[in-house]
């Protein structure tokens, strides 16, 4: 069966940098869209970025554009979110997700079908 595990969360102060992974089994890697989502307490999950099967595409929410980088490495069927210049608003569970059909791009949560267990990231100021 799919399953998405998530590593690399922490705490860390305002200004730094985490990178946080996800590896992904039971799947053809390589076909699907893959993308990063958060939530934090008392607020509705987010989308942060999402990467097409092929790496051609990448799109990030405007609140972590220019400090997070999104990418893949299918051979290992792994992806990754580089977090850098973290703010205190950056603090929440992070969760990796697939999008629910092959060689298809979203940016929807409805469209992700698959979820990791979350990540937690804490930012302090």
């Known amino acids: 069966q799919v399953q998405l595990v998530e590593s690399g969360g922490g705490s860390v102060q305002a200004g730094g940098s985490l990178q946080i992974s996800c590896a992904a089994s039971?799947?053809?890697?390589?076909?699907?869209?893959m993308g990063w989502f958060r939530q934090a307490p008392g607020k509705e999950r987010e989308f942060v970025a999402a990467i097409s099967w092929s790496v051609g595409r990448r799109y990030y929410a405007d609140s972590v554009k220019g400090r997070f980088t999104i990418s893949r490495d299918n051979a290992k069927k792994m992806m990754y979110l580089q977090m850098n210049r973290l703010e205190p608003e950056d603090t929440a569970v992070y969760y990796c997700a697939r999008v629910s059909r092959t060689y298809y791009y979203s940016l929807k949560k409805d469209e992700y079908d698959y979820w990791g267990q979350g990540t937690q990231v804490t930012v302090s100021s």
């Open positions: 039971g799947l053809t890697f390589s076909s699907y869209s």
